[in-house]
């Protein structure tokens, strides 16, 4: 490959990474999330890493978003929690809702904090947005490195293939704090990725604005999502249900 074909892969790959987040919509992230019962999901993957592992303390949550799983792991379970997002803003608002944690900027497929956790998390479906194969196995692969040598690893996927329909629609609506915000997304599949293409309409008293995201999420096979758990040398789990019904991914090192 020469030199200028590396740069320009190298910009398209930093483009897609610049779509694939909430910057231009994130102050409205947490008020089309109201009604998720991240408390629920919380206690439900608190109670499977301490199953599994009892002297559970300290806990990495990978994809933190603005840090409403990280609050309920700290207060309620009483993990000391810190937390990683690729979403600048969505780092800011997590250091206001839990002081003390650290949260840091970062790229799921390539983070290194230089420490390791009693338990490592990813949520929410944020496992997608490694988007390949080869994105899926890195980004496990960092995780790993982050888990204890006692330590456990939980994965809640995104959706697997024929899971999600080409054309599939939703819209949520939010209000809150003198803000009105909408967003109606249409999704498409493709060659085992989901491109969700969002459209936003943000009120506030001083008028309202229009924005757009792109998100590219990949469609991981539960085979594909344990082979690439396995490989790591953890032993991996499958619990069907998990915290949103998508399933839940639970792995551990061997004694």
Same mark, same amino acid.
């Given at each position: ?20 987040? *909430? ?9 089309? *999330?109201?009604?998720?019962? *991240? ?5 439900? #993957? ?5 199953? $599994? ?27 000391? #929690?810190?937390? +990683? ?31 390791? *956790?009693?338990? #490592? ?18 980004? @496990? ?28 629609? @939703? ?30 309409? +943000? ?5 309202? $604005? ?18 690439? +758990?396995? $490989?790591?040398?953890? +032993? ?20």
């Amino acid at each position: 490959m020469g030199n200028g074909e590396g740069a320009v892969r190298k910009v398209h790959e930093y483009a897609i990474r610049a779509m694939s987040t *909430y910057r231009a919509a994130a102050d409205c992230y947490d008020l089309l *999330y109201q009604e998720k019962r *991240y408390d629920e999901e919380a206690a439900l #993957v608190a109670a499977a890493i301490r199953t $599994r592992a009892p002297h559970a303390t300290t806990l990495l949550d990978v994809a933190c978003g603005t840090g409403r799983h990280a609050r309920h792991f700290a207060v309620d379970h009483g993990f000391t #929690v810190d937390g +990683i997002d690729l979403e600048p803003r969505f780092v800011a608002r997590a250091r206001t809702r839990l002081a003390g944690a650290q949260f840091s900027c970062g790229d799921m497929r390539d983070f290194d904090l230089g420490t390791t *956790y009693d338990a #490592v998390v990813c949520l929410f479906g944020s496992i997608g947005y490694a988007e390949s194969l080869d994105g899926l196995h890195r980004s @496990v692969a960092a995780m790993t490195r982050h888990v204890a040598a006692r330590g456990v690893l939980t994965v809640e996927p995104w959706f697997e293939p024929g899971a999600i329909q080409d054309g599939f629609l @939703v819209c949520h609506t939010g209000a809150g704090d003198g803000m009105l915000a909408c967003r109606m997304s249409r999704t498409t599949i493709d060659d085992g990725v989901s491109t969700l293409r969002f459209e936003y309409l +943000i009120g506030t008293p001083a008028g309202i $604005r229009h924005e757009s995201e792109v998100h590219r999420l990949g469609l991981f096979t539960r085979k594909q999502m344990t082979e690439a +758990i396995s $490989r790591t040398g953890l +032993i991996c789990e499958y619990d069907p249900t998990g915290p949103t019904g998508r399933g839940l991914y639970i792995a551990h090192r061997p004694p």
